[in-house]
């Protein structure tokens, strides 16, 4: 495939033929997204309603009410009955074989109703965890994690996020294995570790150090830590916004003494970023795909609140520069779905470190302008947007999040921007070529 027909100088320039550029979901993925929308329709709907309803006066928020387990597990026995399960493994036998592109119009639905992921096991930080597990995992590791795992029976989290560090760059990862004799012991300190505070997150994919003085790039290994491990601390959760998010949570842990089976090691001491770049791939633009579905949410209730609300004698959507502020919206959800589609394909077509850069694009791009149309609903509704009435307020708190989650918007911006300038740097040095138009 050529990139650069056109202009030698970007990786970007328009080919027409290109197969970049061909966004169609498969013929064969159609029905199956028809069925999940009504799924999540009769389905998924009315049972989150239910198991809302049954979690209202519940006083230990770190647990699940009576009842609230039972109807989720009904839906979720009916969507494996139904075949709507494990979407998120692209090409594998352990799912449905989907392309990352088919994916994406299957993730934008799933990203409408927050419990939809749950349901069909899509759920993040599930999704990446089983993804490593599958791609790299051993054959007593798969038994043990990612078959429960895949059938639904267990949460897990992945816990990199470090209290002492600046954990955007990895290689700042301090927490400590050493291994003696056929164990690793394993001492830090770790939060915001996304799902550890769900009584069903039974193993953590933990990032640990364990050659510091060797290469950067080789110092960190990825191991398995059962969150039942003698030495797992939990101190609290972190609240986000002033949230805990219970019972899912995002956790401070201390890691004390804690000793696992040398066999927890996934693929072998020092190779912690080769297995993030896993992490890199699809699991890391399945929150933008389901940010669109977010968006779409958003201007769905924006809209109707404008036109359903009066204020000085007319219907607010129609007050000051509320059309503008909804054709904006439409046309960055367009701009935004395209630009995540295109990452999408570009993971299933490119070489994984020429599809990286447009998975860092779309990370840079969509929680950014998918948080100002949250807010843009949020402000429609008055103070009812930033209450517990609608759903605004947790959905700009997880988009917001969004943009520290997997690295900040600064990281993603870095790397494309270097990745572009690189482009310059072979071009002859003459200073007046700035002055001139290139073709």
Request: glycine residues 8%; charged residues 25%; contains cysteine.
């Amino acid at each position: 495939m050529t990139m650069n027909a056109g202009n030698p100088k970007s990786s970007f320039a328009l080919n027409p033929q290109d197969e970049l550029n061909d966004l169609r979901m498969s013929e064969k993925a159609m029905p199956l997204l028809e069925h999940v929308r009504r799924f999540i329709k009769e389905t998924v709907q009315p049972m989150s309603e239910e198991f809302h309803r049954l979690g209202e006066n519940k006083t230990d928020i770190w647990s699940y009410a009576p009842g609230q387990l039972e109807v989720l597990e009904v839906a979720k026995d009916k969507a494996k009955a139904e075949g709507l399960w494990n979407f998120f493994l692209p090409d594998a036998h352990t799912g449905e074989g989907l392309s990352n592109l088919d994916y994406a119009y299957i993730a934008v639905e799933l990203g409408k109703n927050p419990m939809s992921s749950e349901v069909m096991n899509c759920a993040a930080p599930d999704t990446g965890n089983m993804e490593v597990l599958e791609r790299v995992g051993t054959p007593a590791q798969k038994k043990e994690w990612l078959e429960p795992l895949l059938a639904g029976k267990i949460r897990s989290a992945f816990a990199m996020t470090e209290v002492n560090a600046a954990s955007s760059d990895a290689k700042n990862i301090n927490t400590r294995a050493t291994l003696v004799g056929d164990e690793y012991i394993i001492n830090g300190e770790k939060h915001y570790i996304s799902g550890a505070g769900d009584p069903r997150c039974k193993i953590m994919i933990t990032m640990v150090q364990t050659s510091p003085e060797g290469p950067p790039h080789l110092r960190q290994s990825q191991i398995l830590v059962p969150t039942d491990a003698p030495g797992v601390k939990i101190v609290g959760p972190m609240n986000v916004f002033g949230d805990p998010d219970a019972p899912h949570g995002h956790m401070h842990i201390i890691f004390d003494n804690v000793r696992v089976p040398a066999s927890n090691m996934l693929l072998g001491e020092g190779r912690g970023f080769e297995i993030s770049q896993l992490r890199l791939g699809p699991g890391r633009i399945h929150h933008c795909m389901r940010a669109i579905g977010q968006a779409e949410k958003a201007l769905d209730l924006l809209v109707s609140r404008g036109l359903t609300r009066e204020a000085f004698g007319k219907p607010i959507i129609q007050l000051g520069g509320n059309i503008e502020i909804v054709s904006r919206a439409r046309i960055e959800i367009e701009a935004m779905r395209l630009m995540v589609l295109k990452a999408a394909k570009a993971m299933d077509v490119l070489p994984r470190d020429e599809a990286r850069i447009w998975i860092h694009m779309v990370k840079a791009m969509v929680p950014e302008r998918v948080c100002v149309i949250i807010d843009q609903a949020i402000q429609m509704h008055g103070a009812l947007g930033v209450s517990q009435k609608t759903p605004l307020a947790r959905m700009y708190t997880s988009t917001r999040t969004l943009r520290l989650a997997d690295g900040p918007d600064e990281v993603h911006h870095m790397v494309v921007g270097r990745h572009e300038v690189r482009q310059y740097r072979e071009m002859p040095v003459d200073p007046s070529s700035a002055a001139v138009f290139r073709n």
